[in-house]
Protein backbone atom coordinates (compact mmCIF):
# COMPACT_ATOMS: atom_id res chain seq x y z
CA UNK A 1 0.00 0.00 0.00
CA UNK A 2 0.98 3.57 -1.00
CA UNK A 3 3.08 5.34 2.67
CA UNK A 4 3.41 8.53 3.90
CA UNK A 5 6.07 10.28 1.12
CA UNK A 6 7.12 12.78 3.39
CA UNK A 7 6.51 11.22 7.17
CA UNK A 8 7.04 8.55 9.84
CA UNK A 9 5.06 5.45 9.06
CA UNK A 10 1.51 5.85 11.26
CA UNK A 11 2.59 2.74 12.79
CA UNK A 12 6.04 4.67 13.99
CA UNK A 13 8.36 1.84 12.25
CA UNK A 14 10.47 2.79 9.96
CA UNK A 15 10.76 -0.05 7.30
CA UNK A 16 14.10 -1.25 6.06
CA UNK A 17 15.39 0.88 3.21
CA UNK A 18 15.30 -1.72 0.68
CA UNK A 19 11.51 -1.59 1.81
CA UNK A 20 11.76 2.62 1.51
CA UNK A 21 12.42 2.38 -1.90
CA UNK A 22 9.64 0.31 -3.17
CA UNK A 23 6.81 2.10 -5.09
CA UNK A 24 4.15 -0.35 -5.29
CA UNK A 25 0.66 0.44 -5.16
CA UNK A 26 1.89 4.62 -6.58
CA UNK A 27 0.74 6.35 -9.31
CA UNK A 28 3.39 8.40 -11.08
CA UNK A 29 3.39 10.60 -13.86
CA UNK A 30 6.34 11.13 -15.97
CA UNK A 31 6.39 13.71 -18.75
CA UNK A 32 7.79 13.68 -22.49
CA UNK A 33 8.00 9.84 -21.25
CA UNK A 34 8.56 9.01 -25.13
CA UNK A 35 11.74 10.72 -25.35
CA UNK A 36 15.08 9.56 -24.22
CA UNK A 37 15.70 10.02 -21.14
CA UNK A 38 11.68 10.31 -20.26
CA UNK A 39 11.01 6.28 -21.38
CA UNK A 40 14.61 5.84 -18.88
CA UNK A 41 12.32 7.86 -15.90
CA UNK A 42 9.36 5.82 -16.72
CA UNK A 43 11.51 2.26 -17.42
CA UNK A 44 12.79 2.81 -13.69
CA UNK A 45 9.88 3.69 -11.93
CA UNK A 46 7.61 0.62 -13.41
CA UNK A 47 10.67 -1.63 -12.07
CA UNK A 48 10.40 -0.55 -8.80
CA UNK A 49 6.84 -1.29 -8.58
CA UNK A 50 5.03 1.99 -9.57
CA UNK A 51 2.15 2.57 -12.00
CA UNK A 52 3.25 4.89 -14.93
CA UNK A 53 1.06 7.71 -16.53
CA UNK A 54 3.51 7.81 -19.48
CA UNK A 55 2.63 11.47 -21.04
CA UNK A 56 3.50 12.05 -24.69
CA UNK A 57 3.01 14.93 -27.14
CA UNK A 58 4.32 13.14 -30.44
CA UNK A 59 6.76 10.23 -29.92
CA UNK A 60 5.02 7.17 -29.86
CA UNK A 61 4.75 5.53 -26.60
CA UNK A 62 3.59 2.18 -25.01
CA UNK A 63 1.90 1.84 -21.75
CA UNK A 64 4.22 0.26 -19.54
CA UNK A 65 3.31 -2.83 -16.94
CA UNK A 66 5.85 -3.11 -14.58
CA UNK A 67 6.71 -5.27 -11.11
CA UNK A 68 3.72 -4.23 -9.91
CA UNK A 69 1.49 -6.13 -12.96
CA UNK A 70 -1.04 -2.79 -13.13
CA UNK A 71 -0.77 -2.10 -16.42
CA UNK A 72 0.10 1.93 -16.91
CA UNK A 73 -1.07 4.00 -19.76
CA UNK A 74 -0.63 6.88 -22.18
CA UNK A 75 -1.49 10.49 -22.41
CA UNK A 76 -1.51 12.87 -24.93
CA UNK A 77 -0.77 16.31 -24.27
CA UNK A 78 0.98 19.66 -25.70
CA UNK A 79 2.00 21.16 -22.67
CA UNK A 80 2.02 24.51 -23.52
CA UNK A 81 -1.88 23.87 -23.72
CA UNK A 82 -3.31 25.38 -20.32
CA UNK A 83 -5.90 22.33 -20.21
CA UNK A 84 -3.04 19.93 -20.10
CA UNK A 85 -2.16 20.02 -16.61
CA UNK A 86 -5.81 19.00 -15.72
CA UNK A 87 -6.21 16.10 -18.20
CA UNK A 88 -3.01 14.29 -16.91
CA UNK A 89 -3.96 14.97 -13.16
CA UNK A 90 -7.85 13.95 -13.91
CA UNK A 91 -6.68 11.08 -15.94
CA UNK A 92 -4.51 9.46 -13.18
CA UNK A 93 -7.31 9.94 -10.52
CA UNK A 94 -10.23 8.68 -12.87
CA UNK A 95 -7.99 5.52 -13.79
CA UNK A 96 -6.12 5.01 -10.67
CA UNK A 97 -7.40 6.40 -7.36
CA UNK A 98 -4.91 8.60 -6.56
CA UNK A 99 -1.33 10.35 -7.64
CA UNK A 100 1.27 10.07 -5.79
CA UNK A 101 4.42 11.20 -7.69
CA UNK A 102 5.17 13.15 -11.07
CA UNK A 103 8.40 13.57 -13.10
CA UNK A 104 8.66 16.93 -15.11
CA UNK A 105 10.67 15.61 -17.84
CA UNK A 106 9.30 17.21 -21.03
CA UNK A 107 11.11 20.04 -22.34
CA UNK A 108 12.87 21.51 -25.59
CA UNK A 109 16.72 22.23 -25.97
CA UNK A 110 16.55 24.66 -28.56
CA UNK A 111 20.40 26.43 -29.45
CA UNK A 112 20.01 30.08 -30.42
CA UNK A 113 22.82 33.17 -30.01
CA UNK A 114 21.69 34.99 -26.85
CA UNK A 115 22.34 38.27 -28.36
CA UNK A 116 20.08 37.99 -31.28
CA UNK A 117 17.41 35.37 -29.33
CA UNK A 118 14.33 36.77 -30.69
CA UNK A 119 11.19 36.81 -28.34
CA UNK A 120 9.49 34.15 -30.01
CA UNK A 121 12.80 31.64 -29.00
CA UNK A 122 12.41 33.37 -25.58
CA UNK A 123 8.67 32.61 -25.23
CA UNK A 124 8.60 29.17 -26.73
CA UNK A 125 11.69 28.10 -24.52
CA UNK A 126 9.49 29.65 -21.27
CA UNK A 127 6.35 28.58 -22.01
CA UNK A 128 7.57 25.12 -22.45
CA UNK A 129 10.21 24.46 -20.14
CA UNK A 130 9.08 26.70 -16.96
CA UNK A 131 5.36 27.52 -17.26
CA UNK A 132 4.42 23.79 -18.06
CA UNK A 133 6.26 22.68 -14.88
CA UNK A 134 5.18 25.33 -12.57
CA UNK A 135 1.17 24.78 -14.31
CA UNK A 136 1.67 21.23 -13.73
CA UNK A 137 2.74 21.03 -10.61
CA UNK A 138 0.28 23.56 -9.16
CA UNK A 139 -1.97 20.71 -10.40
CA UNK A 140 -0.40 17.67 -9.07
CA UNK A 141 0.40 19.37 -6.05
CA UNK A 142 -3.42 19.86 -5.34
CA UNK A 143 -4.47 16.48 -5.78
CA UNK A 144 -1.53 15.33 -3.80
CA UNK A 145 -2.20 17.62 -0.90
CA UNK A 146 -5.91 16.32 -0.88
CA UNK A 147 -4.48 12.27 -0.59
CA UNK A 148 -2.90 11.62 3.45
CA UNK A 149 -0.02 10.31 1.83
CA UNK A 150 0.78 13.32 -0.16
CA UNK A 151 3.04 13.04 -2.85
CA UNK A 152 6.78 13.94 -4.67
CA UNK A 153 7.53 15.98 -7.78
CA UNK A 154 10.53 16.37 -9.32
CA UNK A 155 11.52 18.53 -11.97
CA UNK A 156 14.74 17.55 -14.60
CA UNK A 157 16.30 20.63 -14.93
CA UNK A 158 20.58 20.45 -16.20
CA UNK A 159 23.57 21.59 -14.61
CA UNK A 160 22.80 23.89 -16.83
CA UNK A 161 20.62 25.92 -14.81
CA UNK A 162 24.10 26.93 -12.73
CA UNK A 163 26.34 27.03 -15.69
CA UNK A 164 24.97 28.89 -19.11
CA UNK A 165 26.79 26.68 -22.46
CA UNK A 166 27.00 28.56 -25.20
CA UNK A 167 23.73 28.66 -27.63
CA UNK A 168 21.93 27.36 -24.44
CA UNK A 169 21.32 31.01 -22.07
CA UNK A 170 17.58 31.13 -22.99
CA UNK A 171 17.60 27.57 -22.22
CA UNK A 172 19.80 27.93 -18.89
CA UNK A 173 17.46 30.50 -17.76
CA UNK A 174 14.46 28.29 -18.44
CA UNK A 175 16.00 25.14 -16.15
CA UNK A 176 17.06 27.61 -13.51
CA UNK A 177 13.35 28.72 -13.23
CA UNK A 178 12.49 25.27 -12.62
CA UNK A 179 15.56 25.18 -9.97
CA UNK A 180 13.70 28.20 -8.26
CA UNK A 181 10.18 26.79 -8.80
CA UNK A 182 11.51 23.80 -7.26
CA UNK A 183 12.25 25.78 -3.93
CA UNK A 184 9.19 27.81 -3.82
CA UNK A 185 6.73 24.95 -4.28
CA UNK A 186 8.85 22.93 -1.44
CA UNK A 187 8.19 26.00 1.02
CA UNK A 188 4.75 25.98 -0.22
CA UNK A 189 3.46 22.62 -0.39
CA UNK A 190 5.77 20.49 2.48
CA UNK A 191 3.24 21.42 5.10
CA UNK A 192 0.36 19.31 2.71
CA UNK A 193 3.01 16.30 2.32
CA UNK A 194 4.19 17.69 -1.08
CA UNK A 195 8.04 17.23 -1.52
CA UNK A 196 9.13 18.91 -4.66
CA UNK A 197 12.83 18.13 -5.52
CA UNK A 198 14.91 18.63 -8.87
CA UNK A 199 17.27 16.48 -10.66
CA UNK A 200 19.98 17.90 -12.58
CA UNK A 201 21.24 15.69 -15.12
CA UNK A 202 25.10 15.93 -16.96
CA UNK A 203 25.80 14.97 -20.69
CA UNK A 204 23.15 12.08 -21.09
CA UNK A 205 24.04 9.38 -24.01
CA UNK A 206 21.08 8.86 -27.11
CA UNK A 207 21.65 6.70 -29.72
CA UNK A 208 24.04 8.21 -32.19
CA UNK A 209 25.93 11.54 -30.08
CA UNK A 210 29.26 10.35 -30.40
CA UNK A 211 28.77 10.42 -34.37
CA UNK A 212 26.97 13.47 -34.39
CA UNK A 213 28.57 15.31 -31.24
CA UNK A 214 32.56 13.50 -31.40
CA UNK A 215 33.78 16.82 -29.94
CA UNK A 216 31.28 17.48 -27.26
CA UNK A 217 31.83 13.85 -26.40
CA UNK A 218 35.51 13.99 -26.28
CA UNK A 219 35.39 16.85 -23.73
CA UNK A 220 32.86 15.13 -21.57
CA UNK A 221 34.66 12.16 -21.18
CA UNK A 222 38.22 14.12 -20.22
CA UNK A 223 36.19 16.63 -17.94
CA UNK A 224 34.39 14.08 -16.21
CA UNK A 225 35.66 11.96 -12.89
CA UNK A 226 33.34 8.80 -13.62
CA UNK A 227 34.85 9.16 -17.09
CA UNK A 228 31.52 8.59 -19.13
CA UNK A 229 28.37 9.78 -19.95
CA UNK A 230 25.30 9.62 -18.10
CA UNK A 231 21.87 6.91 -19.13
CA UNK A 232 18.60 7.54 -18.80
CA UNK A 233 18.57 5.03 -16.09
CA UNK A 234 21.21 6.86 -14.52
CA UNK A 235 18.67 9.69 -14.15
CA UNK A 236 15.41 7.56 -13.19
CA UNK A 237 17.14 5.75 -10.35
CA UNK A 238 17.81 9.58 -8.98
CA UNK A 239 13.95 10.20 -9.46
CA UNK A 240 13.21 6.84 -8.06
CA UNK A 241 15.04 7.86 -5.04
CA UNK A 242 13.40 11.19 -4.58
CA UNK A 243 9.94 9.38 -4.95
CA UNK A 244 10.45 6.98 -2.31
CA UNK A 245 10.41 7.24 1.08
CA UNK A 246 13.70 7.16 1.38
CA UNK A 247 13.36 10.67 0.74
CA UNK A 248 11.33 11.71 2.98
CA UNK A 249 13.00 14.35 4.16
CA UNK A 250 14.52 16.12 1.48
CA UNK A 251 12.48 18.68 -0.37
CA UNK A 252 13.39 21.85 -2.18
CA UNK A 253 17.03 19.99 -3.30
CA UNK A 254 18.66 20.11 -6.52
CA UNK A 255 20.16 16.41 -6.52
CA UNK A 256 23.23 17.10 -9.72
CA UNK A 257 23.40 13.52 -11.44
CA UNK A 258 26.55 14.06 -13.78
CA UNK A 259 29.27 11.82 -13.37
CA UNK A 260 31.39 14.48 -10.90
CA UNK A 261 31.83 17.03 -13.97
CA UNK A 262 30.02 20.21 -11.37
CA UNK A 263 32.87 19.50 -8.64
CA UNK A 264 35.46 19.33 -11.30
CA UNK A 265 37.16 22.92 -12.02
CA UNK A 266 37.66 24.38 -15.46
CA UNK A 267 39.94 26.85 -14.57
N1 LIG B 1 20.06 15.11 -23.01
C1 LIG B 1 20.83 15.61 -22.08
O1 LIG B 1 22.06 15.43 -22.08
C2 LIG B 1 20.22 16.43 -20.97
C3 LIG B 1 21.08 17.03 -20.04
C4 LIG B 1 20.52 17.76 -18.99
C5 LIG B 1 19.15 17.89 -18.90
N2 LIG B 1 18.33 17.30 -19.83
C6 LIG B 1 16.88 17.44 -19.66
O2 LIG B 1 16.32 16.14 -19.63
C7 LIG B 1 14.98 16.19 -20.11
C8 LIG B 1 14.78 15.15 -21.22
O3 LIG B 1 15.70 15.42 -22.25
P1 LIG B 1 15.98 14.41 -23.46
O4 LIG B 1 17.41 14.57 -23.81
O5 LIG B 1 15.44 13.08 -23.17
O6 LIG B 1 15.13 15.11 -24.61
P2 LIG B 1 14.08 14.51 -25.66
O7 LIG B 1 14.46 13.15 -26.07
O8 LIG B 1 13.94 15.57 -26.71
O9 LIG B 1 12.74 14.43 -24.82
C9 LIG B 1 12.06 15.59 -24.42
C10 LIG B 1 10.58 15.34 -24.59
O10 LIG B 1 9.88 16.56 -24.26
C11 LIG B 1 8.68 16.54 -24.96
N3 LIG B 1 8.18 17.91 -25.23
C12 LIG B 1 8.84 18.96 -25.74
N4 LIG B 1 8.01 20.01 -25.88
C13 LIG B 1 6.78 19.60 -25.43
C14 LIG B 1 5.51 20.21 -25.33
N5 LIG B 1 5.29 21.47 -25.71
N6 LIG B 1 4.48 19.48 -24.84
C15 LIG B 1 4.68 18.21 -24.45
N7 LIG B 1 5.85 17.57 -24.54
C16 LIG B 1 6.90 18.26 -25.02
C17 LIG B 1 8.94 15.85 -26.28
O11 LIG B 1 7.79 15.08 -26.54
P3 LIG B 1 7.42 14.42 -27.98
O12 LIG B 1 8.71 13.79 -28.46
O13 LIG B 1 6.39 13.43 -27.63
O14 LIG B 1 6.97 15.53 -28.87
C18 LIG B 1 10.19 15.00 -26.01
O15 LIG B 1 9.96 13.62 -26.13
C19 LIG B 1 14.76 17.61 -20.55
O16 LIG B 1 14.15 18.32 -19.50
C20 LIG B 1 16.16 18.14 -20.78
O17 LIG B 1 16.23 19.55 -20.67
C21 LIG B 1 18.84 16.59 -20.86
Same mark, same amino acid.
Request: aromatic share 12%.
Given at each position: MPGNSSGAPASGRLGAPDELIALDGRVVVVTGAGGNIGAGIAARMAAVGATVVSHTRSSPAEPITGRSGRPGLVVTAD &????DAPRLLVDTALER??? &?DGLVNNAAIQTVAGFAELTDSEWSEMIATNLTATHRLTQAAAAAMAAQESGGSIVHIASIEGSYPAPGHGHYSVSKAGMIMQARAAAQTYGRAGVRVNVVSPGLISRPGIEDAWPDGVGRWKKACPLGRLGTPDDIGDACVFLC????????GAELVVDGGVMANPTW
Open positions: &LTDSYGR &LSDLARWIT
